[in-house]
Structure formats: structure tokens, C-alpha cells
């Protein structure tokens, strides 16, 4: 049950795209299409922005979407606003029956 | 609107217990595994435990087998979390989720437990 890895930072200037990764294993990320991204305000709960890689909740703006291809999920971030400064976070599905989260990567918008 | 309210966390001495609770609102909560998250003071989230529709089977990190205990009442809409035997590293907000389709989908707001002398 190793953390997925994501890089602990990212940035961009507003309007600029950003793309965050998220790598697994063949347990995991790998194996399943059952990979979620998060975004978490400082002070805030987590908040569901994908699921199942590519999927996003009503309400949840276009600007965010999701991918994989092998072990590795990626979040990618268009149009940058001001508001997307954040937290995200990646987790998985995993063999035997547990979930993953990733380290999480801090968004900062120039 | 779905709502998730924990409750129960504090402060507790090293080695003292707690228990969690959810208190599950405005969803059919016998439809949903539900699971509980943490997360240390600045750190990142992390995946505690899942139970699923009729508690029949939980499943927990590697790290907690023995220590927690989750379960749920479903007449009572109503998630729990028992916590024993604990470390200064077990010090986090703990958040109730709502599983949805092998996700996450809804969290609570959490509920703080400090372990401290």
C-alpha cells in the first residue's frame, strides 16, 4: 500500500494549461479505471473533480480533465483562474480490496 | 443534499481510545460503502478504512490492522470509527467519505483528534 507518487509542486500563470501526474503501480493505478483527483482549499474538506480517470461530478468546470495511460493517471488543469490554486490529490483503487491516495502537489497560480 | 457530520474527536492521552462518528444525511446511506480518511496536521490524505453496505466486510490500511475498528448502523444512518491504542502519530483530522462505484464521492468537514500528553 505505497502512496502513489505526484510532484509536490506545479505552477502556471493565469490562462496557461498545467498537467499533474500521478504514478502507480500495476496494483493499483495500473489495473483499474478507478482513478480519482481531488482539490482541497486550504482550511477546506477534499472535494471530488474526477473519477474513474476521466468522469467529472456536475458543477465541476471543463477546464479539469483527467487521463491515464499505464501506471500513471494525469490531472490537467486549462485556462488557469485564480480559484485553482490548491491542493490535488490522486487516489486508486487497489488490489485487495483498499484505496491510495497520492502525496498531493500544490497548485500555485503566478 | 448529501451530508456528512463527524463527531467525537479530541484530545486523548497516548495509548487512550475514541470514537468516531458520521452522522449520514439526504442519501439512501444502506446504498453506500462509506470510508474514513485522515489527514495529519500539513500533511497529505491518507486512506484509513471502508466498510461496506451491511458492515459485513471492512477492509483497512496495512498500518491500522488491529488498532481501528470501523462499523456502521444503518438504521441509524450512521458511521463509526473506533480508535484504540493511540500514538502521537495518529494525530489528524479524520474525514467520513461516501463511497461511490470504487471512489470517493462526498466528504464531511472532519473531525480533529489530537493525541497528546
Known amino acids: 500500500q505505497s502512496a502513489l507518487t505526484q510532484p509536490p509542486s506545479a505552477s502556471g500563470s493565469p490562462g496557461q494549461s498545467v498537467t499533474i501526474s500521478c504514478t502507480g503501480t500495476?496494483?493499483?493505478?495500473?489495473?483499474?479505471?478507478?482513478v480519482s483527483w481531488y482539490q482541497q482549499h486550504p482550511g477546506k474538506a477534499p472535494k471530488v473533480i474526477i473519477y474513474e480517470v476521466t468522469k467529472r461530478p456536475s458543477g465541476v468546470p471543463d477546464r479539469f480533465t483527467g487521463s491515464k495511460s499505464g501506471n500513471t493517471a494525469s490531472l490537467t488543469v486549462s485556462g488557469l483562474q485564480a480559484e485553482d490554486e490548491a491542493d490535488y490529490y490522486c487516489?486508486?483503487?487497489?488490489?485487495?480490496?483498499?484505496?491510495?491516495f497520492g502525496g498531493g502537489t500544490k497548485l500555485t497560480v503566478l | 443534499e448529501v451530508q456528512l457530520v463527524e463527531s467525537g474527536g479530541g484530545l486523548v492521552l497516548p495509548g487512550g481510545s475514541l470514537r468516531l462518528s458520521c452522522e449520514a444525511s439526504?442519501?439512501?446511506?444502506?446504498?453506500?460503502?462509506m470510508h474514513w480518511v485522515r489527514q495529519a496536521p500539513g500533511k497529505g490524505l491518507v486512506w484509513v478504512s471502508r466498510?461496506?453496505?451491511?458492515?459485513?466486510?471492512?477492509r483497512y490500511v496495512e498500518s491500522e490492522k488491529g488498532r481501528f475498528t470501523i462499523s456502521r448502523d444503518n438504521a441509524k444512518g450512521t458511521l463509526y470509527l473506533q480508535l484504540n491504542n493511540l500514538r502521537a502519530e495518529d494525530m489528524a483530522v479524520y474525514y467520513c467519505?461516501?463511497?461511490?462505484?470504487?471512489?470517493?464521492?462526498?466528504w464531511g468537514q472532519g473531525t480533529l483528534v489530537t493525541v497528546s500528553s
Open positions: 466498510i461496506n453496505n451491511d458492515g459485513s466486510d471492512t
Open positions: 487516489s486508486s483503487f487497489a488490489r485487495s480490496n483498499t484505496w491510495v
Open positions: 467519505v461516501r463511497g461511490y462505484n470504487y471512489g470517493l464521492d462526498h
Open positions: 500495476s496494483s493499483d493505478v495500473g489495473a483499474y479505471n478507478y
Open positions: 439526504g442519501f439512501t446511506f444502506s446504498n453506500h460503502w
